[in-house]
């Protein structure tokens, strides 16, 4: 990756993480151009001034709005002559650009990922990312880290969560010590509903949750809380996310041969006169970090604080701060907002009167949920209130004027009321949703809850470290268990199991530095990525070899009690517009089960319909249907030597 960018509706930068190779090739660029370039630059600095980065990429920004917004065919990548390629995304009327020579597939998973991390800490208020160094900062770092992790971390590789398999007895230990830990909270009347979970090299030991009212926490919140906890290690410890194997690995992996992520190495924009917001989370002294993030599915806002243990065993406390669903309904009066601010451009009449009455019900919906909450100790401001439905009225007068008279000039009056209204909203969302001054409160049972995980579980570090290196090994056969479960698959070499019900997975750990390990990563990451390509062209099952190994990929359904589901259709061709496999991109799997199961999934199929992944490696000799046997006889059978049982059940 070179360069990802993100341009506001006026082109103004809102963000900018350049390397510094590409940021040195634009100043030659710019001089060579003409550009009104900084008079006191310094021929060495390495950073980029938003003056230099709006002249140099207004143009291309420009066409893609127009192409989108005007003629609704927006651009999904452009690929130059010198293998340099331009990937576009859009967020809320802003324009996500990414640089590389990666494959355009890889680009756009680093754009969606992008995306959803801005979702995490920005909700709609993109503009945080400009107004604050420190959520700028950390979004940096998250796509860093996770960018390290995806290129050696089995579990990021196929975004599922894995879990560490440890005695009943150990178990039940830090389940007690993470329930001491969440009382320490509940105390405090704003956080009623606690989660606490440990991991232990981003494998998860346990997870309690105080209360069965609580909103769960995905699988994608998991991961994103385990690449904020690395991320800040990695800074902890003055060092980089990256390193030369994963360097390695990306040039194999993606043909992304001048790629690199380094915390050091990353200029940002120079902004100036930047503010410290009330929006930006806290990175204490004593190696914690605490904010208030939006978690999925419905991105409402949660309290965050992570305190590590030990090195690499983080402690996590996420609290719900409300659960009255504030954020839906601003994040989606943002969205339909926007949504008529493209319809106008398109001078599309009829669509901006439908909007506008989907937009007036997430209005109404908004009003009675601030109505709800006034005298609560965390209501809005009555001034904001005020202001957002003086705001309101003045677009619905307009709208109003438009319905009866039908004319350009009540649209333009309404696109000009649109921008103040949306600036109100802006600073809603960050009273009530992103509000940072609510985690105050953490620092007394912050430190108080660790102590006391850190007493229950001192002993254990060690092997918990130890375990989680070498959770699930095929090549030791260390124990009775795993030799016996071994000789009834001969010349499987590995695999990846996944449940896509709760996204956990089960596979063997990797020592891919070790002379044992017979596969490299290069080999098991193209064969994942073989599989997801297959996969998002609608193919459930492939097979496939080279000179060495046999290679697998299935997708397959099942009932609630376990019985196989046929799909009621092919999903060949059928997920060209649905977004690369995974979950931080968006719950592939959800929308594949929707697209196989269309009348099951009407009626609330997700919970009805699950859906499994099984990727394994064979050696070449292995025949297709000694690779059919061992998959079906695989999949039945892995519990077992896992230690996790078959059951539908959360890590408590």
């Known amino acids: 990756m070179k360069c990802i960018l993100i341009f506001d509706q006026l082109n103004d930068v809102m963000y900018s993480k350049c390397d510094p190779g590409f940021v040195k090739h634009l100043k030659k660029y710019a001089r060579k151009e003409g550009f009104n370039l900084d008079k006191e630059e310094n021929k060495e600095d390495k950073t980029l001034s938003t003056d230099e980065l709006i002249q140099i990429f207004s143009p291309i920004v420009t066409s893609a709005r ?32 990414i640089i590389g020579k990666g494959e355009v597939q890889w680009l756009q998973r680093v754009i969606k990922t992008c995306s959803f991390f801005i979702k995490n800490l920005c909700g709609p208020d993109i503009t945080l990312l400009r107004e604050s160094s420190q959520v700028h900062d950390l979004l940096s770092n998250m796509i860093d880290t996770w960018c390290s992790l995806r290129h050696s971390d089995q579990n990021v590789l196929v975004e599922g969560v894995e879990q ?11 389940i007690k010590a993470l329930e001491m830990s969440a009382m320490c909270y509940k105390k405090i009347a704003d956080f009623q509903n606690v989660h606490s979970f440990v991991l232990v090299h981003n494998k998860i030991l346990s997870l309690y949750s ?31 996310t990256s390193s030369g194997d994963y360097s390695e690995h990306e040039s194999k992996a993606t043909t992304s041969e001048e790629e690199f992520y380094s915390l050091e190495a990353s200029p940002t924009v120079r902004r100036k006169n930047q503010q410290q917001s009330n ?13 208030v993030l939006l978690l999925t599915p419905r991105f ?28 839906e309904s601003l994040c989606s009066s943002f969205y339909f907002t926007y949504c008529i601010q493209v319809l106008i451009h398109r001078e599309d009449k009829k669509k901006v009167k439908s909007t506008f009455q989907t937009l007036d019900d997430a209005m109404k919906c908004l009003f009675e949920i601030l109505k709800r909450k006034r005298g609560i ?14 705001k309101w009225d003045n677009i619905k007068k307009c709208f109003n004027e438009f319905a009866k008279h039908d004319s350009e000039d009540h649209l333009v009056r309404i696109e000009s009321n649109l921008k103040p209204f949306v600036d109100q909203l802006r600073s809603l969302t960050r009273f009530l949703c992103l509000d940072q001054s609510v985690i105050i ?52 070499v590995h695999f990846i199991y996944v449940d896509r019900k709760t996204h956990r997975v089960v596979a063997p750990t990797l020592n891919l530095g070790s ?13 994942v990525d073989m599989g997801q390509q297959y996969l998002h062209d609608g193919y459930l099952q492939i097979i496939w070899k080279d000179s060495t190994f046999s290679y697998s990929y299935f997708c397959w359904f099942e009932n609630s009690s376990g019985a196989p589901l046929k799909p009621s259709r092919t999903p060949v061709n059928l997920m060209e517009y649905v977004s690369i496999p995974g979950i931080l991109c968006g719950d592939f799997y959800q929308r594949l089960i929707s697209k196989c199961f269309a009348k099951k999934s009407s009626g609330g199929g997700w919970s009805g319909v699950k859906c499994y992944e099984l990727y394994c490696v064979h050696l070449s000799l292995a025949t297709s249907s000694c690779i059919l046997e061992h998959t079906r006889r695989l999949a039945a059978t892995v519990w077992e030597v896992s230690g996790i049982p078959t059951l539908n059940t959360d890590f408590v």
């Open 441 to 492: 409160l953490l620092e007394t049972p912050g430190k108080k809850s660790t102590q006391i995980v850190h007493h229950h579980l001192n002993n254990f570090y060690d092997f918990l470290t130890v375990k989680a290196l070498k959770n699930f090994d095929l090549s030791s056969g260390s124990t009775l268990s795993i030799h016996k479960y071994l000789q009834d698959f001969p010349g499987l």
């Open 515 to 527: 002379t044992q390990c017979l596969i490299s990563a290069d080999k098991l990451w193209k064969m």
């Open 164 to 174: 560490l398999s440890v005695s009943s007895e150990l178990a039940a230990t830090a």
């Open 210 to 240: 105080s209360s069965r009212n609580n909103v769960d926490l995905c699988a994608a919140d998991i991961i994103t809380l385990s690449i904020i906890a690395t991320s800040l290690q990695s800074c902890n410890k003055g060092t980089s």
């Open 279 to 291: 929006s930006s989370p806290v990175f204490n002294k004593d190696q914690t970090f605490s904010s």
């Open 66 to 97: 127009v192409m989108g917004w005007q003629f609704s065919n927006s651009y999904i990548s452009i690929q130059c002559d010198d293998g340099i390629n331009l990937v576009f995304d859009e967020y809320m009327g802003h324009i996500l650009i």
């Open 377 to 390: 100790v965390k209501s809005a401001p009555s001034h904001l209130t005020k202001q957002l439905s003086h």
């Open 300 to 327: 409402l806002p949660h309290a965050v604080h992570i305190s590590f243990l030990a090195p690499h065993i983080p402690l996590f406390t996420v609290l719900e701060v409300d659960n009255d669903y504030a954020t």
